[in-house]
C-alpha cells in the first residue's frame, strides 16, 4: 500500500512563529486532506488538496502531486494551534485514506 | 455542512460485552462511511469500509466477526464490539464522504471505548 511520512514528527514554536509541515506520499493520489486533531480527538478538516495550492487565513497548504509531496504553512501560530497535524492520502486505486503519523504542533505563549 | 455525529463519546464496559457505536451524517447522505481506530499516541488506522445496504469490506488483519458493522441507511453506520476485552480499548473513529466529492472525508468526533 501506499507509504505516507510526515515531517517533523515534533515542533515546538512561540506563538507568532511561522511553520511548514511536510507530507511526502509513495504513489499516485486522487485524495490529500490535511487535518488538526484537537485534545479531544475531533478530527477538523483543513484542507482537501489532491493538487494545488489553497489558502484559509493563517493557514495555506500546497500541493505538488508530480513530486508525491504536500506542505502545510501555518503563520502567526497561535496558541489554539496547538494539537496533532495528520495528512491522509488517497492512492488512486481505491477510496481508502492513509493517515501519516502526524506532527505534534506546540505552540507556547 | 457535512457533520458527522457518533454516540456515544465514551463508553466504559465489562469485558465479554458488547458496545455498540453510532456514526450518523447529519446533514447529508452517505453512501459510504469509514471506520477508523486511534490508540494513544499513534495515527488512524482504517477498520473498515462500510456501504449502505451491503456488507462491509474489512481491512487485512480486523477480526468481521468481532467488529460487527452495519450500514442499513444513508444516514447511519454502527460498529458493535463484541465479546469485548481490555485491549480492544481504544478510541473509534468514524467518518463518510462528504456531499459535492467523492473523495473528501469528514470525520466524527470519536467514542472512547474502555474495557475493564
Known amino acids: 500500500g501506499i507509504q505516507v511520512e510526515q515531517s517533523p514528527p515534533d515542533l515546538i514554536l512561540q506563538e507568532g512563529a511561522n511553520s511548514t509541515l511536510r507530507c511526502n506520499f509513495s504513489?499516485?493520489?486522487?485524495?490529500l486532506q490535511w487535518f488538526h486533531q484537537n485534545p479531544w480527538g475531533q478530527l477538523i478538516n483543513l484542507f482537501y488538496?489532491?493538487?494545488g495550492t489553497k489558502q484559509n487565513g493563517r493557514l495555506s497548504a500546497t500541493t505538488v502531486a508530480t513530486e508525491r509531496y504536500s506542505l502545510l504553512y501555518i503563520s502567526s501560530s497561535q496558541t489554539t494551534d496547538s494539537g496533532v497535524y495528520f495528512c491522509?492520502?488517497?492512492?488512486?486505486?481505491?477510496?481508502?485514506?492513509?493517515f501519516g503519523e502526524g506532527t505534534q504542533l506546540t505552540v507556547n505563549p | 455542512g457535512a457533520v458527522v455525529s457518533q454516540h456515544p463519546s465514551w463508553v466504559i464496559c465489562k469485558s465479554g460485552t458488547s458496545v455498540k457505536i453510532e456514526c450518523r451524517s447529519l446533514?447529508?447522505?452517505?453512501?459510504?462511511m469509514f471506520w477508523y481506530r486511534q490508540f494513544p499516541k499513534q495515527s488512524l488506522m482504517l477498520m473498515a469500509t462500510?456501504?449502505?445496504?451491503?456488507?462491509?469490506?474489512?481491512e487485512q488483519g480486523v477480526e468481521k466477526d468481532k467488529f460487527l458493522i452495519n450500514h442499513a441507511s444513508l444516514t447511519l453506520s454502527t460498529l458493535t464490539v463484541t465479546s469485548a476485552h481490555p485491549e480492544d480499548s481504544s478510541f473509534y473513529i468514524c467518518?463518510?464522504?462528504?456531499?459535492?466529492?467523492?473523495?473528501?472525508?469528514?470525520f466524527g468526533p470519536g467514542t472512547r471505548l474502555t474495557v475493564t
Open positions: 467518518s463518510a464522504r462528504g456531499p459535492g466529492s467523492i473523495y473528501e472525508q469528514y
Open positions: 488538496i489532491p493538487s
Open positions: 462500510s456501504n449502505e445496504g451491503s456488507k462491509a469490506t474489512y
Open positions: 446533514d447529508f447522505q452517505a453512501t459510504t
Open positions: 504513489d499516485s493520489v486522487n485524495n
Open positions: 491522509a492520502v488517497g492512492e488512486t486505486s481505491g477510496s481508502r485514506l492513509t
